[in-house]
């Protein structure tokens, strides 16, 4: 039997006793209580024991250090609360502190009545402000809003007739709108609520401040003409109504018809590069639009270039793009040119012509072609393919003596007579017409330079006292030309081109052989190379797309660059789109010539490069967060699906992101070390690209 024990007021009301019985009871009890537990203090004291002094063992000093032992561990406190429950904003008047971020947020007070299509425009091509923009439209009832807009039509109409003042006027015109407004919407014009609410974002609060001028100054210009303003004092209703999950906590609505609400949506369009006859470049990053550039509708040139840190996904886009241009038009010859062999699996897999160079095939740097009607009937008066050739081989020759470690001084001027004996000897002459005959060699040059050592007295201009220097300029250059020879290490560049690309529609010119090696034969290939694809275009009516991967091998060698930038100033007269695929940007800036050619380069786009920094941002005119975007940009990988670029166009740069389509993929990844032999053999024999493939990219 468990016990249990009552209190004395339990017990009193158990007894049945009244509240006030009770408490008198209680008191009492008290009373007698405190009378007992002094007589038993007394007691003690009486049997001589001493009470116990606290100040024998308080330390003073606790009182004075009290103030900063509180603090501390009231700092502590505040840790542990910031650590368990931190908070997530701060809210000032016009900003806020959310985590590491400040933000600012502006609601549309007022509209425009009739606003532009597409007149947020300016707003959504910004790149150097980050922001967040939230557009409620909720379509309101139709016949409660016609009721409303005739009720507002008619009570401006009265006001306008009372007033007798200047503002009669102004109530007029009002009057007039709301009126023009209600027949609109008789009329069937669909009628929204409308709220706008736009979140500006940077990392410190000065960062901030320019931002929001920056975006207030695109809304009051044209072409919104809206007037933002800051939600002050109510930066948290605001901020919620942001938030496109939430609803509009804080309010301020306006009526927009139709017509504003389909001008609205055409702002969208414009962040976006939307061409006629372009190809994807890429998704835009912020709203996923598509990226859409035609590199031939450029008004200053056709030529772009691609950088970006290997495996940055720079290679992917620039084959990606290469086979989007080709597929997109059957009008095109596509023409890739590059030393590594790393476009191997593109033009196996289209079935392109596949010309390997530094081998013993023939590759004649004096071939000149005639110039077409077409292309004639457009140059300049001044123009002359003959110079213009002659200009070129002079450029390889300087190129080659340069790699050699030897200059030609004065000498130049007997080697440019040399040439041009050689093209006189076929009758190659200023006339297009002559173009037609065939072309000299090197070894021809050889063989006029033997001539003037053997007779100089036949090349003088004045006197006989230039025999003995063109005697021993001629017998300098044989030597140095030695290579050209039959049996020399250039021998076939000393014989007549022994391949034909005039009639294919895909090439591969494949370097390979030179096993990637910067500087040597492999810068001197390439500028041959380049000088053969510039004949070619110059003869064709179709749009030529020429791809140069590992474009730093020619960029380095400064005495090729006079004749490419020739190339590249003329390239968009031949209808040529020259697209460099290169690792770094320092090399175009190392000679006034490779600037030159950056500047011929409509279309810029950047893959994640490290090395892009302040200067280098500068030179390309990027501003702090598209510099920003370019270091941090998405490397390609097959978990994220996609790679991250910034493209550039007549100004305008644009951050997308780059994916591929399955079939686009697998042409892109198509390795033909692991073809089978009869798929090699086949496309091997094939004289003609592989249409099959381009049409199924489609």
């Known amino acids: 039997m468990s016990s249990t024990s009552l209190t004395p007021i339990a017990v009193f009301q158990l007894l049945q006793l009244s509240i006030e019985e009770t408490v008198a009871i209680a008191v009492v009890c008290g009373f007698i209580g405190g009378i007992s537990i002094g007589y038993i203090r007394r007691r003690i004291r009486d049997r001589g024991e001493e009470e116990l002094d606290l100040s024998t063992i308080f330390d003073p000093d606790i009182l004075e250090n009290a103030p900063t032992e509180r603090d501390a561990f009231d700092e502590i406190a505040d840790r542990h609360v910031d650590l368990i429950a931190p908070d997530?904003?701060?809210?000032?008047?016009?900003?806020?502190?959310?985590?590491?971020?400040?933000?600012?947020?502006?609601?549309?007070?007022?509209?425009?009545?009739?606003?532009?299509?597409?007149?947020?425009?300016?707003?959504?091509?910004?790149?150097?402000?980050?922001?967040?923009?939230?557009?409620?439209?909720?379509?309101?009832?139709?016949?409660?809003?016609?009721?409303?807009?005739?009720?507002?039509?008619?009570?401006?109409?009265?006001?306008?007739?009372?007033?007798?003042?200047?503002?009669?006027?102004?109530?007029?015109?009002?009057?007039?709108?709301?009126?023009?407004?209600?027949?609109?919407?008789?009329?069937?014009?669909r009628v929204f609520s409308q709220?706008?609410?736009?979140?500006?974002?940077?990392?410190?609060?000065?960062?901030?401040?320019?931002?929001?001028?920056?975006?207030?100054?695109?809304?009051?210009?044209?072409?919104?003409?809206?007037?933002?303003?800051?939600?002050?004092?109510?930066?948290?209703?605001?901020?919620?109504?942001?938030?496109?999950?939430?609803?509009?906590?804080?309010?301020?609505?306006?009526?927009?018809?139709?017509?504003?609400?389909?001008?609205?949506?055409?702002?969208?369009?414009?962040?976006?590069?939307?061409?006629?006859?372009?190809?994807?470049?890429?998704?835009?990053?912020?709203?996923?639009?598509?990226?859409?550039?035609?590199?031939?509708?450029?008004?200053?040139?056709?030529?772009?270039?691609?950088?970006?840190?290997?495996?940055?996904?720079?290679?992917?886009?620039?084959?990606?793009?290469?086979?989007?241009?080709?597929?997109?038009?059957?009008?095109?010859?596509?023409?890739?040119?590059?030393?590594?062999?790393?476009?191997?699996?593109?033009?196996?897999?289209?079935?392109?012509?596949?010309i390997t160079v530094g081998g013993n095939m023939g590759l004649n740097p004096l071939e000149i072609k005639p110039t077409p009607e077409h292309v004639q009937r457009v140059m300049g008066d001044d123009a002359s393919p003959f110079n213009e050739k002659k200009d070129s081989v002079i450029s390889f020759l300087t190129n080659y003596f340069s790699l050699r470690g030897i200059s030609l001084d004065d000498r130049r001027t007997t080697l440019e007579l040399a040439i041009d004996t050689a093209y006189r000897n076929v009758g190659i002459t200023d006339d297009i017409a002559t173009h037609s005959n065939q072309s000299p060699t090197l070894r021809d040059v050889i063989e006029v330079l033997d001539s003037i050592v053997t007779d100089p007295e036949s090349y003088i201009i004045k006197t006989t006292a230039e025999a003995k220097k063109l005697r021993g300029d001629a017998t300098w250059l044989i030597d140095q030309l030695r290579p050209f020879a039959p049996d020399g290490r250039y021998a076939p560049l000393g014989r007549s081109t022994e391949f034909e690309i005039r009639d294919e529609k895909l090439i591969y010119l494949d370097l390979a052989q030179q096993e990637g090696n910067v500087g040597g034969s492999t810068s001197l290939l390439m500028q041959l190379l380049i000088s053969l694809v510039y004949e070619r275009s110059k003869e064709s009516e179709m749009e030529v797309v020429f791809v140069i991967d590992e474009a730093r091998y020619i960029m380095q060698d400064a005495a090729s660059l006079s004749f490419l930038e020739t190339v590249f100033r003329h390239h968009r007269h031949h209808d040529l789109s020259i697209r460099?695929?290169?690792?770094?940007?320092?090399?175009?800036?190392?000679?006034?010539?490779?600037?030159?050619?950056?500047?011929?380069?409509?279309?810029?786009?950047?893959?994640?490069?490290?090395?892009?920094?302040?200067?280098?941002?500068?030179?390309?005119?990027?501003?702090?967060?598209?510099?920003?975007?370019?270091?941090?940009?998405?490397?390609?990988?097959?978990?994220?699906?996609?790679?991250?670029?910034?493209?550039?166009i007549d100004g305008e740069w644009r951050g997308i992101e780059v994916r591929a389509l399955p079939k686009e993929a697998a042409v892109i990844d198509y390795d033909p070390t692991l073809a089978t032999k009869s798929d090699r053999s086949r496309s091997s024999t094939s004289n003609s690209p592989n249409t099959t493939a381009i049409a199924d990219l489609d």
């Open 88 to 189: 997530a904003i701060e809210w000032k008047t016009r900003t806020a502190r959310v985590g590491d971020t400040w933000t600012s947020t502006l609601y549309i007070a007022d509209y425009p009545d009739y606003p532009a299509d597409g007149y947020l425009n300016e707003l959504f091509t910004l790149t150097d402000v980050k922001f967040d923009c939230t557009i409620r439209l909720v379509p309101k009832n139709q016949q409660q809003a016609r009721d409303e807009l005739q009720k507002v039509a008619d009570n401006l109409v009265a006001d306008a007739e009372i007033e007798q003042s200047v503002r009669r006027s102004y109530l007029q015109d009002r009057a007039g709108d709301a009126a023009a407004t209600y027949k609109a919407v008789e009329a069937g014009q």
């Open 195 to 354: 709220a706008m609410f736009l979140t500006i974002r940077a990392e410190t609060e000065v960062e901030l401040q320019d931002a929001v001028a920056t975006v207030r100054s695109r809304l009051r210009d044209y072409p919104a003409n809206i007037s933002p303003k800051t939600a002050i004092c109510k930066q948290d209703l605001a901020l919620q109504a942001t938030s496109p999950l939430g609803t509009n906590t804080f309010g301020r609505e306006a009526v927009a018809l139709g017509g504003a609400v389909g001008a609205l949506f055409a702002s969208l369009h414009r962040p976006t590069i939307l061409e006629e006859n372009g190809v994807e470049f890429g998704t835009h990053r912020q709203n996923n639009s598509p990226v859409v550039i035609d590199p031939f509708a450029r008004e200053n040139g056709y030529a772009m270039f691609t950088v970006g840190d290997p495996g940055s996904g720079k290679s992917f886009g620039a084959k990606q793009q290469f086979l989007r241009s080709i597929a997109q038009s059957e009008d095109r010859i596509g023409i890739i040119l590059e030393p590594l062999n790393n476009w191997a699996g593109v033009a196996e897999a289209l079935g392109a012509r596949r």
């Open 580 to 648: 460099l695929v290169t690792q770094t940007v320092d090399e175009f800036f190392q000679h006034p010539e490779s600037e030159a050619i950056l500047d011929q380069c409509a279309i810029k786009q950047f893959h994640h490069l490290d090395g892009m920094d302040e200067t280098w941002a500068a030179e390309f005119g990027l501003n702090y967060a598209q510099m920003r975007f370019v270091q941090d940009a998405l490397p390609g990988n097959e978990r994220a699906g996609y790679s991250e670029a910034l493209v550039g």
